[in-house]
């Protein structure tokens, strides 16, 4: 009997054995299943960018303006998103689930915009959308060998208008230089800024305080500018001095104050006189954003530019005799928009030429005097936008002696 139970109780120890094994082995079998299969979602995962956080955009409701195009141009405001290629505003259209105020303009064309250099870079585009002229990249206000030549700010002085640049980057960046300097480099932007005060813009408004400083400072004083650094000040401005305002350090992005569309409607309110005005306003960061692949942050800086743009049509639609034109300087980004695609298509998967500028042809929509009127050809260049400014102020205002304002500190 004792025999027996001994073989018996060593059998049951055999069979525990030969189950825990089992066990283990079916354990150790669904781990590696689970890990393998969890590996491959975070493989896929990877493979598709993040859903964007939209909820906090606050498109403008869409509207169509109705601006008379028959008075001669008094006021020209030209309005440039920075790396606003077409395919962008698609995008943004999308994610808002209607129209931008900018798609309710009529007249449009396309715009080529390479330079002597190929693919453009934003102070070549402002040069030709400034001096009529193509030139090199990095070259401001002058030709292909250096030699200055007369900007849109000057062009307007000239005929005793007023100026103004409206930017959300540092106030001396290439686009808003464009306008007024020359130098065959934009990347000094300390002689750049100097260059712009010492130019007698009206009103300059956009980011860049740490260029504030030392040499500018003189310049500023006694060039008799009204300096502020926050909203609050700007909004007192009576246009008794010229009006400089520089709101951040560096550039003016996402939410922070003041906003494109508030400078924009104050610089408005200071150029506005019997005689006429030059504004440029610029989204400056669209293209930062792009170039960072950063859709989300992108499609916050267009509703801001499209809120200007609904800020500046109507103002225009009050004050007839205003050409208004957007466009963009180039497009950034390689942006594609994906077939069919919905809001949640949208995102950095859209951006196809690593942040880079591309020779993509930009749009250009015209609103307000004479604005059905500024172009016989569907597509034009860059150089064709100051030349039909011209064309229309010089109706208006007659020829004028071509006055290079900061000739001497080239």
């Given amino acids: 009997m004792k025999k027996f139970l001994s073989i018996l109780l060593s059998f049951v120890i055999i069979l525990g054995f030969c189950g825990c094994q089992t066990a283990t082995q079916t354990t150790s079998t669904d781990e590696t299943t689970s890990n393998k299969?969890?590996?491959?979602?975070?493989?896929?995962?990877?493979?598709?960018?993040?859903?964007?956080?939209?909820?906090?955009?606050?498109?403008?409701d869409f509207k169509e303006y109705n601006l008379s195009t028959e008075e001669p141009v008094k006021n020209v405001i030209l309005m440039i998103g920075d790396g606003m290629g077409e395919n962008i505003i698609k995008c943004s259209e999308i994610v808002k689930g209607d129209k931008?105020?900018?798609?309710?303009i009529e007249n449009t064309?396309?715009?080529?915009?390479?330079?002597l250099s190929g693919t453009t870079d934003s102070a070549a585009a402002s040069t030709a959308m400034s001096c009529g002229i193509k030139t090199e990249n990095q070259y401001l206000g002058?030709?292909?060998n250096g030699d200055p030549v007369e900007t849109m700010v000057e062009f307007a002085k000239a005929r005793g208008l007023k100026t103004g640049l409206v930017a959300t980057q540092v106030l001396p960046h290439a686009t808003p230089a464009g306008m007024v300097c020359h130098y065959n480099a934009r990347s000094v932007l300390n002689t750049l800024f100097k260059q712009m005060l010492r130019a007698n813009v009206d009103v300059l408004f956009g980011g860049g305080s740490q260029y504030y400083t030392g040499g500018a400072e003189r310049t500023a004083v006694s060039n008799d500018y009204e300096y502020v650094r926050d909203e609050k000040d700007m909004l007192k401005m009576d246009g008794s001095k010229k009006s400089l305002g520089m709101f951040?350090?560096?550039?003016?992005?996402?939410?922070?104050?003041?906003?494109?569309?508030?400078?924009?409607?104050?610089?408005?309110e200071l150029l506005n006189n019997d005689n006429g005005f030059f504004l440029m306003v610029e989204g400056s960061n669209i293209d930062i954003k792009e170039a960072d692949l950063d859709m989300e942050g992108t499609l916050k800086e267009m509703q801001s530019f499209d809120k200007a743009v609904n800020s500046v049509l109507s103002w225009a639609e009050n004050n007839p005799g205003t050409l208004v034109i957007v466009t963009a300087d180039h497009e950034t980004g390689g942006v594609i928009v994906p077939?069919?695609?919905?809001?949640?298509?949208?995102?950095?998967d859209c951006f196809t030429s690593g942040g880079e500028h591309t020779s993509t042809n930009v749009l250009l929509m015209?609103?307000?005097?004479q604005s059905d009127n500024l172009f016989e050809e569907d597509t034009i260049e860059n150089t064709d936008i100051s030349k039909a400014m011209r064309k229309q102020l010089n109706k208006t205002y007659g020829e004028a002696e071509v006055k290079l304002l900061?000739?001497?500190n080239v």
């Fill in 248 to 268: 951040a350090y560096d550039g003016i992005y996402g939410d922070k104050t003041p906003s494109l569309s508030t400078m924009t409607e104050k610089a408005l």
């Fill in 142 to 144: 002058v030709d292909e």
């Fill in 37 to 60: 299969t969890a590996s491959s979602v975070s493989q896929a995962e990877e493979t598709i960018a993040p859903a964007l956080d939209t909820d906090k955009l606050e498109w403008v």
């Fill in 366 to 369: 015209a609103a307000g005097a």
């Fill in 100 to 104: 931008l105020i900018m798609q309710g």
């Fill in 406 to 408: 900061n000739d001497a």
């Fill in 339 to 348: 077939e069919n695609a919905t809001a949640e298509d949208i995102n950095n």
């Fill in 109 to 115: 064309v396309y715009v080529k915009t390479d330079s």
